[in-house]
């Protein structure tokens, strides 16, 4: 693995006097004011439901249009009152009334326990003169890169594959900017990227088993996002993210912790005066943006604004409870090996190796259970009834605990098949009947 040396051993030696943080919030933020446009007082409307823990070190703003907006936990600000503007803020504080004078969240200016927690896992990517596109494939990060100002090409990028195992906090740092997209395993696997440099978000980013019309994970999961920028976070300008009025009916859903520590969170290229990219097709309403998680941004960003009949993004922001207390290395050091072993890991591993599937018969796609008492390498393949292989699931070595991986057969025909498993010296095959 290649690293820019001089650069990690200057970051090691970095140091931050952030205070810790007792968890995440679902929304907080050091400015309530834009980058963009400074003088604009963003306010919390009415339709915006705040499931988590608010804190601002500035000016909080409410406004009651459509409803008031909904507070369900704590909502504290460093500031005497609310905003001049609404000093008796309208809003429903259904978790405790609002808490003035509260201490200051001290922002750091780097992601410097991100980056050490890289070095240590030999994780830490730099490429000079390079841009980064990341894709999450259920266990394994993508790491493409390519020259700077030229267009994304996967077949003709070089590219790193990180093995994300389950059971296991896995740190990434990325000395650049880094467009991001896919989906992570649900079951027991941590995720930390950070970034230098800004992070684009191009589809959804997710845990695997997302609702994608709600947001909400699937039921018991145990895997965890967190990205971060050391400068900001957009929503790319995407079809896939529904540039241009919902042309591809899409909206944006992120199942995260989002940290945009000097910049801000919010939807790219604004559709205005003097930006460069100016849509004919106004309003263009991209559809609804789905973060199940928590934002931290230095500067509060915009997710829609009014201009040209209206542009960007309805908010439906839910906050991950699961995540409260999770040290991603943003204002906190990791706990000595956290980066390594994460606490949810079972007591006890699988007794001997075993293969189940559910449902079966099936339609379209079915689950294979994969269970190993010890890491191993292994080897899945999917037969038709004429012992003709079809489809190699699995082909690589996995960590010890069970691993589930989802079979997509749509492009089979209906019928019996056999899904093969080999480990070491084990091996066993399970019927399976597609049914259309």
């Known amino acids: 693995m290649r690293r820019n040396s001089a650069l990690l051993a200057l970051t090691l030696l970095l140091a931050t006097s952030a205070p810790l943080l007792a968890f995440n919030y679902m929304w907080l933020t050091d400015s309530e004011t834009s980058i963009n446009f ?35 936990s704590t909502i504290t600000t460093a500031r005497p009152h609310f905003h001049p503007t609404s000093p008796v803020p309208a809003g429903q504080f259904l978790g405790s009334r609002p808490e003035y004078n509260a201490p200051a969240v001290v922002f750091p200016d780097s992601l410097n326990y991100i980056r050490e927690g890289a070095a240590r896992q030999e994780r830490f990517f730099a490429e000079p003169n390079m841009q980064w596109y990341a894709q999450l494939e259920t266990e394994w990060a993508v790491l493409y890169y390519y020259p700077e100002g030229t267009p994304f090409d996967p077949g003709q990028a070089e590219f790193y594959s990180v093995e994300l195992p389950i059971w296991q906090t896995t740190v990434l740092f990325i000395d650049g900017a880094v467009d991001i997209e896919g989906d992570l395993r649900a079951d027991g696997t941590r995720l930390i990227i950070g970034a230098s440099g800004p992070i684009r978000l191009m589809d959804n980013v997710i845990i695997a088993g997302t609702d994608l019309d709600t947001g909400q994970l699937p039921e018991g999961a145990t895997s965890g996002i967190a990205l971060a920028s050391e400068q900001s976070i957009f ?7 529904g540039r241009e009025n919902r042309a591809q009916g899409a909206d944006i859903v992120v199942t995260a912790l989002l940290f945009a520590i000097n910049g801000t969170i ?20 991209r559809g609804v943006a789905r973060i199940t998680g928590g934002l931290t941004q230095r500067h509060r960003g915009y997710m829609h604004r009014s201009n040209m009949g ?11 409870q699961r995540l409260r207390e999770w040290r991603v290395g943003v204002f906190e050091p990791f706990v000595d090996g956290e980066e390594w072993q994460d606490a949810a890991q079972p007591t006890s591993l699988p007794n001997s190796f ?14 294979i259970e994969l269970s190993l008492p010890r890491a191993a390498y292994v080897t899945l393949t999917l037969y038709n009834i004429h012992g003709r292989a079809v489809r190699t699931i699995v082909e690589r070595g996995l960590a010890a605990g069970t691993h589930v991986v989802n079979l997509s057969a749509n492009d089979l025909p209906s019928g019996v ?10 091996s066993t095959t399970h019927k399976l009947l597609l049914l259309k």
């Open 38 to 72: 400074p003088g604009d007082i963003q306010r919390f409307f009415g339709r915006d439901t705040l499931w988590g823990p608010v804190h601002s070190n500035d000016w909080i703003a409410t406004q009651n249009v459509m409803g008031l907006p909904v507070f369900y």
């Open 235 to 241: 929503v790319a300008n995407t079809w896939e993210n």
């Open 266 to 285: 919010q939807f790219e290229d604004m559709n205005d005066v003097g930006d460069n990219y100016v849509c004919d097709c106004s309003p263009d309403e």
């Open 310 to 320: 209206g542009t960007g993004y309805a908010r439906s922001y839910h906050y991950d």
């Open 354 to 367: 075993s293969l189940t599937t559910y449902p079966n018969p099936f339609n379209a796609q079915t689950s």
């Open 417 to 426: 098949y056999f899904a093969s498993l080999k480990a070491e010296e084990y």
